[in-house]
């Protein structure tokens, strides 16, 4: 694969993202609703089930993987939405995340008095965020801001998009736990994955995720011949090789604007996985 000519989003806290989102992310599952509202149609939300009722572990893994999610290259800015007595504090989070050089702000449910009130605050915050991010332009960087996730090490194309990817000033990221397809997503945009390929394999339906965009490849071929256009490629035993070179390329070109499917069609989901119940 050639040299990369890349156009992005450079960031002041480090790399370059695909995409320039501004974030809204609840810090804990009350406040989920207000945050999507606080985002209408101009950032990205997400939905979750975490930040109460959690201990040990689960609480340093959930804060964690929000922060990491919240600093990747694709996000422009943040705001955190707070109800006021959770586990992972909305003050505290919105601290981290600026810690790490990214633009955030923070409004809380009980601290603004009600669900009405915070969203006229946070989406004041939004609209300041939003503008800012506006102001951005793509420009050329350099290969190595393309950080391709992959969900699945075990792959058939593993070894050779990463081959791609090297030869062309690039790399691949792989999930530092055992989580595999859509568990995997928030720790591979913790890590600095500005792609995700997702894997999906027999029976697996295409993915997306948040803030990263997903280009899915079918190992399926009568759900990917069913669900063509959902799909961005499809790999068939003995053809790995020629895989892996063609997904590096369309890494490259996602990450310099090209929607993937999932974008296309509108999915964003996202999950956080846990490490043990909730109290």
Do not use: K
Not at 87 to 95: D, K, M, R, V
Not at 156 to 180: E, H, I
Not at 193 to 218: D, H, K, M, Q
């Amino acid at each position: 694969m050639s040299a990369l000519e890349l156009f992005g989003y450079p960031r002041e806290h480090g790399g370059a993202g695909a995409r320039n989102h501004v974030l809204v992310l609840p810090s804990v599952v009350c406040s989920t609703r207000v945050a999507e509202q606080v985002a209408g149609d101009d950032a990205v939300s997400v939905t979750h089930q975490h930040g109460c009722g959690q201990v040990g572990d689960d609480v340093t893994n959930s804060s964690r993987l929000f922060v990491g999610m919240a600093t990747n290259p694709n996000v422009a800015g943040v705001v955190v939405v707070g109800l006021g007595c959770e586990t992972i504090g909305g003050p505290g989070l919105a601290e981290e995340i600026a810690r790490a050089h990214q633009h955030v702000a923070f409004v809380g449910i009980q601290a603004c008095g009600g669900s009405a009130a915070t969203v006229a605050a946070g989406v004041a915050e939004r609209q300041a965020l939003v503008e800012a991010a506006r102001r951005l332009e793509r420009q050329p960087v350099p290969a190595a801001s393309l950080r391709v996730g992959l969900d699945d090490p075990d792959a058939p194309f593993a070894a050779a998009l990463a081959a791609a990817l090297s030869d062309a000033g690039a790399s691949l990221v792989l999930p530092g736990t055992a989580q595999r397809g859509e568990l995997a997503h928030a720790e591979l945009a913790a890590a600095g994955a500005t792609v995700i390929v997702a894997w999906c394999g027999p029976g697996e339906g295409p993915r997306s995720f948040a803030v990263v965009p997903v280009l899915s490849v079918s190992g399926d071929p009568v759900l990917a011949a069913a669900l063509g256009e959902d799909f961005d490629d499809r790999v068939e035993p003995g053809e790995e090789d020629a895989a892996g070179m063609r997904l590096a390329a369309a890494a490259a070109a996602c990450f310099s604007g090209v929607p993937c499917a999932a974008e296309r069609r509108g999915a964003a989901e996202f999950t956080l996985p846990r490490l043990a119940r909730s109290m």
